[in-house]
């Protein structure tokens, strides 16, 4: 279970959420503050890293190459525009977001050490019609590295997203609003 951060929907402080959705140990941060320029989300991505050692969960940085190496992240998560321009070598862990099975196969041989594919479910981050669990069985199909949904998950429906092939599911706007963010955590890592 991954926690995808968006500050601005956070209903406490940013940082305070953070530190407690860390504490019920998910797979993985990460950092998702497109907005800010690089020397805020440098010091932002500076302070998670921070909480996320103390819990000892993995951060990674969202589509800013630049930041991550600047702080010493070495886990980044990027769209697959950037993952066929940039280098990525210098990084330990890459994830890739992808929305079909031909990307997923050419994130794959570009490099990825997981997936992210969505949206699955509706969601009010996403526009358009969600993709649903065939789609994730489509995409697990295609790769052998893990993948992981997006989009409108929740305990209610990870189960169905877990049978459709993936290793696991990503959640931001539920984690960033809940007002139990240790036991939302904990509910979808017991699933």
């Given at each position: 279970?991954?926690?995808?951060?968006?500050?601005?929907?956070?209903?406490?402080?940013?940082?305070?959420?953070?530190?407690?959705?860390?504490?019920?140990?998910?797979?993985?941060v990460?950092?998702?503050?497109?907005?800010?320029?690089?020397?805020?989300?440098a010091?932002?991505?500076?302070?998670?890293?921070?909480?996320?050692?103390?819990?000892?969960?993995?951060?990674?940085?969202?589509?800013?190459?630049?930041?991550?190496?600047?702080?010493?992240?070495?886990?980044?998560?990027?769209?697959?525009?950037?993952?066929?321009?940039?280098?990525?070598?210098p990084?330990?862990?890459?994830g890739?977001?992808?929305?079909?099975?031909?990307?997923?196969?050419?994130?794959?041989?570009?490099?990825?050490?997981?997936?992210?594919?969505g949206?699955?479910?509706p969601?009010?981050?996403?526009?358009?019609?969600?993709?649903?669990?065939?789609?994730?069985?489509?995409?697990?199909s295609?790769?052998?590295?893990?993948?992981?949904?997006?989009?409108?998950?929740?305990?209610?429906?990870?189960?169905?997203?877990?049978?459709?092939?993936?290793?696991?599911?990503?959640?931001?706007?539920?984690?960033?609003?809940a007002?139990?963010?240790?036991?939302?955590?904990?509910?979808?890592?017991?699933?």
């Amino acid at each position: 279970m991954i926690v995808i951060t968006h500050r601005k929907l956070c209903t406490r402080p940013f940082l305070e959420q953070i530190d407690l959705l860390a504490s019920a140990g998910p797979e993985m941060v990460i950092l998702r503050e497109k907005d800010l320029p690089d020397d805020d989300l440098a010091q932002l991505a500076s302070d998670c890293l921070g909480i996320c050692r103390r819990h000892g969960v993995p951060l990674s940085v969202n589509t800013n190459l630049d930041v991550a190496s600047k702080v010493g992240i070495g886990r980044v998560h990027v769209p697959i525009q950037i993952a066929r321009e940039r280098d990525l070598t210098p990084f330990d862990t890459v994830g890739i977001s992808v929305h079909s099975p031909e990307e997923a196969v050419e994130a794959q041989g570009l490099g990825a050490d997981y997936l992210i594919a969505g949206h699955v479910f509706p969601t009010a981050c996403k526009i358009g019609e969600p993709r649903g669990t065939r789609y994730i069985r489509d995409v697990c199909s295609a790769v052998d590295i893990p993948v992981y949904g997006v989009g409108g998950i929740t305990p209610e429906n990870m189960g169905r997203v877990i049978d459709a092939g993936a290793e696991g599911v990503c959640v931001m706007s539920s984690a960033m609003t809940a007002e139990d963010p240790v036991g939302l955590v904990r509910s979808l890592r017991r699933i």
